[in-house]
Every structure is written in C-alpha cells, then in structure tokens.
C-alpha cells in the first residue's frame, strides 16, 4: 500500500491503469457493490487515483490529531490533494468529484485552476440553502438518536433509491448489521458535514475555465438536483446531464453512464489542447475496499 509523505504527514493512496491521470474526489459513504466495478471500466483508459483523506482509511489525521477535534475546511483537503499530485509529479489531473469531492474540486480550481484539467461534478451542491442544512441537521440528529443498525439503514434510504435498495437488499442489511461493530459517532458527522454547510460554490465557479460537466439524479434526496443547475449557469461551457433516477450515489447507481461522460470528457479535453499527460503508475489489481473513517464505522457524509 503506497503512501505519500507530505507535509502533514503520510497520505494513503492507490492507482489503477495507464493513461491521463484521474483523481477520484470522494465521500465517505458506500453501497455493497463499493467502486470497484467503476474503477475497472475507468482504469482500461485511465491511470486512476484514489487516495484516503486524512482521519480516514488508512490516512492518519494531520499531524497525529484527533480526528474527533474538529472539522477539517474543504480547502486543507484540496491541499491534500494538490501535495499528492506533486509527490506524484503530476503537474495537472482530470478530477472525478462526488458529493462532498465536489466542494474540494472547486477549492483545488480556487487555488491552483491550472492544475485541473478536466472536471467532472456528479451530485454536487452550491451552496448551504435551507433543504440542504436541513437534510444535513436532520442526518446529524437521527445519529444521535438511533441505534447502528436504524441509522445505517436510514442513511441508505437518503442515498440510494428504492429501486437499488430493493437489488441489492442482502447487502444492504448486511452493511447495517455490520454497523453495531462500530456505531456512528454523531460528532464525527456533524465535524464532516460542518464544512460542507460552510462552502458556497458559487463565486468559485464562475473561474473554472477548464472542460467540465455535471451530472445529478431528479430523485437525488440529499443533495437536489437544482444545484447542479446553479453550477452548469455559472460555469462558462459546461454540460449539464440530469438523469431520471439513480439517487446521490450514481458512481454506483449509474456508474455505466459515470464511466462513458468521464471517459468522453477526458478524449475532448486532450483534443482541445488540455493535455494532462499519460502515466504508468503501479497497478494494483486488488478490488478496492469501502474507506471508513478512523472514528466510526460509518460517518454518514
């Protein structure tokens, strides 16, 4: 398992592939089927990097703190990021955001635009409106008042759509039993969502210059589909995809369509004159496994 010794201390990270370098910019929060089945369609054309953000996985906290301290800004995750291309020696990435990735892709344009290449926003938001602290404060209170197992299964409910909870119902149930082994920890959530109620988007968009497209669910629950449509009218050029159904997750839900927009966007910035250069990183074929904070099974972000 490599790691990359920056300056706050060591960053778990690992790549998949050969080809123009793809960071994933994640949440925390996982299905059963996880992303491997989407990393394998990405990395046949891509060298894929994922890596774990401090305080979780395999990452420790900056500089040995206690992940349960406090928040950590959007912006010191973009820091992580733009430390690990340079360990890397990648002087520009596409970027594949999801969820709370999407307010550290923005934060990665604010401070180094020349450094995405590409740009990819799947279920973000632009700003903490009312439904959005509201669904967020709601997460945080049901934390505190429910059992692992209720929560877990709650959790999903937000996440993913009836359809694919019904598919997949074994694994699901699975994932909340699993939970009593190490409940929620209503701080450490609310620590993960407070950075995401603190960023508006907004002003940030409106300088990405690089090729960049959005893509949001009609029955996204927690993050609605009407931020995304902020985003596609002040990013100058960008697509805009809303998709019928699929729910927030939809690197799982959809990862099929996920895997052809990311792909295609790569192939059009390269043509247009956005080289971000092709690797042969080491190839780790091993399925990659949920990242889970340090101080809960699940944080619910």
């Keep these: 398992m490599p790691f990359a010794d920056l300056q706050h201390g060591p960053l778990h990270y690992e790549t998949w592939g050969a080809g123009p370098p793809l960071v994933l910019l994640l949440p925390v929060s996982r299905g ?11 990395s ?40 690990l291309l340079d360990h890397l020696g990648i ?31 799947v279920s973000p938001w632009s700003h903490a409106d009312t439904e959005l602290r509201t669904i967020q404060n709601l997460r945080v209170a049901a934390a505190r008042a429910m059992g692992a197992v209720d929560y877990a299964t709650y959790n999903a409910s937000l996440l993913f759509p009836p359809w694919y909870r019904r598919r997949f119902a074994k ?34 968009a409106k300088q990405v210059v690089c090729p960049t497209q959005i893509l949001a ?17 002040l990013i100058g050029g960008s697509g805009h995809e809303l998709l019928e159904t699929g729910g927030h997750m939809l690197l799982e839900t959809q990862r099929e369509i996920i895997a052809d927009r990311v792909t295609a966007l790569v192939a059009k910035g390269r043509r247009g004159g956005q080289e971000t250069g092709s690797m042969a990183l080491p190839d780790l074929t091993e399925e990659p496994q949920p990242v889970l904070p340090q101080h809960a099974a699940d944080a619910g972000l």
């Design 171 to 204: 694994g699901f149930k699975a994932m909340a039993e699993a939970a009593t082994a190490s409940p929620q920890d209503a701080d450490f959530i609310q620590n993960g969502l407070i950075p995401i109620l603190e960023l508006d988007g907004r002003e940030i």
């Design 44 to 83: 046949g054309t891509l060298t894929v990097i994922r890596y774990d953000q401090r305080g979780y996985g395999e990452s420790p906290a900056a500089d040995g703190r206690d992940p349960s301290l406090g928040p950590v800004p959007l912006s010191a995750r973009a820091s992580e990021v733009l430390e």
């Design 217 to 233: 669910a009609r029955d996204d629950q927690l993050m609605p589909p009407w931020h995304g449509e902020t985003l596609a009218g």
């Design 32 to 42: 059963p089927e996880g992303l491997g089945p989407l990393i394998l369609v990405l």
């Design 91 to 121: 002087d520009a990435a596409n970027l594949l955001a999801h969820s709370t990735g999407c307010g550290v892709a923005l934060e990665m344009v604010a401070a180094a635009p020349g450094r995405v290449g590409s740009l990819t926003l």
